[in-house]
């Protein structure tokens, strides 16, 4: 079965610092797709990064960047210099044939001055 | 560019009563839909999705239901809801069906009491 973990309930880090939010995915499907998302206290989902399984290359998007190991089935955020905004919580999801966009638990990132 | 509205954004309400949620899309066609709930301090959970006109696939067994009346208007419904039926609600857009992006839009937070 499809699934997805986030280990890191919580996670803090100095501003301007980088910082890395770890996903670890199970699947047997060859072809699929990694999301991040951001959800700050408002509520609502914002779309970060996005890497499929096929690219060669790991995405990446201004000051994210997403560290795509496939035989680790590991697909980590990378945020590089942290800025207070970037305080909420990032959810880590997988979608393959089906739609079914299934997320992990989710890691909430606390950026401290 | 394309942007999606769900309201109302919060509502609260008595166990029993009946409940529709909307959702719409605007700057695409034929947009797959999605419904999602995401309970307190959990990621989320895929409700319904629809890839067209009156086509509704539910993914969890409950007492909500999904319409989709217009290309672009998604409607989450309850005849009477539940305690458990608290949480928040997501509505989401993909351009594809499968592995693509989905977008959010801002979420309803929904109290039953």
């Known amino acids: 079965a499809q699934k997805i973990t986030q280990t890191q309930p919580g996670m803090f880090v100095q501003e301007k610092e980088a910082v890395t939010l770890d996903c670890t995915y199970d699947t047997s499907d060859p072809s699929y797709g990694l999301f991040w998302y951001k959800q700050p206290s408002s509520g609502e989902m914002i779309f970060l990064i996005y890497q499929g399984s096929y690219d060669q290359q790991n995405a990446t998007e201004g000051r994210y960047s997403l560290n795509f190991q496939k035989a680790r089935k590991s697909a980590n955020l990378v945020i590089s210099a942290s800025q207070l905004g970037d305080s909420a919580m990032y959810f880590c999801a997988m979608t393959y044939n089906n739609n079914d966009m299934r997320f992990g638990a989710g890691t909430r990132l606390t950026v401290k001055p | 560019s394309q942007t999606i509205h769900q309201w109302p954004a919060t509502l609260v309400q008595p166990v029993g009563s009946p409940l529709s949620l909307e959702c719409t899309v605007e700057g695409t066609s034929n947009p797959n839909l999605y419904w999602y709930r995401q309970a307190a301090g959990r990621g989320l959970q895929l409700l319904f999705y629809s890839v067209g006109i009156g086509q509704i696939s539910s993914e969890v067994p409950q007492n909500l239901s999904a319409s989709r009346p217009q290309d672009r208007q998604f409607i989450l419904s309850s005849k009477k809801l539940l305690l458990s039926d608290s949480g928040f609600y997501l509505c989401?857009?993909?351009?594809?069906?499968?592995?693509?992006?989905?977008?959010f839009g801002p979420g309803t937070r929904l109290t039953v009491l």
């Open positions: 989401a857009w993909s351009a594809l069906a499968g592995v693509d992006t989905q977008y």
